[in-house]
């Protein structure tokens, strides 16, 4: 059973284009969680979704950001306009239910030059 | 609204000492409680998870304890080894299960 798969791993832009992240939970995992680790701080919750629908996005920043995971395919966090303060790892997470261990990917790292 | 603090910042020992990770947390309603270790550049790797009704967990060389009353955490590594240094990552999960709340992390460093 792989584990929870991101990718790209690394992604360069410049200001104002767009990112688009994506994540793959874990088989049979219909929870995704994403996470944001800005430099020298710590993870901070963004955005919890189940499959076509967003529970949770109390974390995300009103503007430039959204997130989906469809009945099919991974879950994609968009990033429009990107400006250098958006570079940082996002991670993603997913469990098999909402009061399950959550299970991290290994982040996407994203650099706004 | 919780907030997760982890002391020390940094660490450093010497092969072969035991040592203790502390975590604190601000809200005492927690739905479980989950240490983590992130290695540089990589993601996380889940250690141990206290549920809110439990007071400790084992795995191998690691003993997590869990306060919940006087909101707090400690993370026991017995032996150290070289292969443990790593950045080690506390979090608190919400009694809705909806999201984590992480501490800053503790930076490991064994010395060989």
């Known amino acids: 059973n792989a584990g929870v798969m991101q990718n790209p791993r690394h992604l360069v832009r410049r200001r104002g284009q767009e990112a688009r992240l994506r994540c793959s939970p874990m088989k049979g995992h219909s929870h995704v969680y994403w996470y944001r680790q800005l430099p020298e701080e710590g993870l901070k919750f963004m955005v919890y979704?189940?499959?076509?629908?967003?529970?949770?996005e109390s974390g995300m920043p009103k503007e430039r950001f959204s997130a989906e995971f469809p009945k099919e395919g991974p879950s994609i966090l968009r990033i429009q306009q990107v400006v250098r303060g958006d570079s940082a790892a996002y991670f993603c997470?997913?469990?098999?239910?909402?009061?399950?261990?959550?299970?991290f990917g290994p982040g996407t790292r994203l650099l706004v030059l | 609204k919780q907030e997760v603090t982890q002391i020390p910042a940094a660490l450093s020992v010497p092969e072969g000492e035991n040592l203790v990770l502390n975590c604190s947390f601000t809200d005492s309603a927690i739905y479980n409680l989950q240490w983590f270790r992130q290695d540089p550049g990589k993601g996380l790797t889940s250690l141990l998870l206290i549920q809110s009704s439990q007071r400790e967990q084992t795995s191998g060389r690691l003993n997590a304890s869990l306060d919940k009353s006087s909101g707090r955490s400690t993370l026991y590594i017995a032996a150290s080894q070289p292969g443990d240094s790593a950045t080690y990552l506390c979090?608190?999960?919400?009694?809705?299960?909806?999201?984590?709340?992480f501490g800053t992390g503790t930076s490991l460093t064994v010395i060989p």
């Open positions: 979090a608190v999960r919400t009694p809705t299960g909806n999201q984590f709340y």
């Open positions: 997470a997913s469990s098999p239910g909402i009061q399950e261990t959550q299970y």
């Open positions: 979704l189940q499959k076509e629908n967003i529970i949770d």
